[in-house]
């Protein structure tokens, strides 16, 4: 059970699992998650049946929604993955 005054809110890089202190957070701060995501990589979103989506620098998610939202990064310029 989360604690109502400092609530934790999950999310996953590859298969790690994070706590993060706000229920919203931003391409930009997920790619900022030591050790980071360098530069050379695109940052993508897993959705269960469908191909992962390119999430850019601005993108925002709310870690309050059903479920884990995962991440992944690969080479730029690659095609994504399929769940």
Request: proline share 10%; aromatic share 10%.
């Given at each position: ?12 890089i590859?298969?790690e ?15 900022g ?19 992962g989506?390119?999430v ?11 479920g ?9 310029d ?5 769940l």
């Amino acid at each position: 059970m989360q604690d109502k005054k400092n609530p934790k809110f999950k999310f996953k890089i590859e298969n790690e699992t994070y706590d993060w202190p706000n229920q919203f957070i931003t391409g930009a701060e997920v790619r900022g998650v030591p050790p980071g995501i360098p530069n050379n990589m695109d940052l993508f979103i897993k959705r269960r049946g469908a191909p992962g989506k390119l999430v850019a620098g601005e993108d925002s998610f709310d870690l309050n929604e059903p479920g884990i939202e995962k991440f992944y990064s690969q080479v730029a310029d690659s095609s994504p993955g399929v769940l």
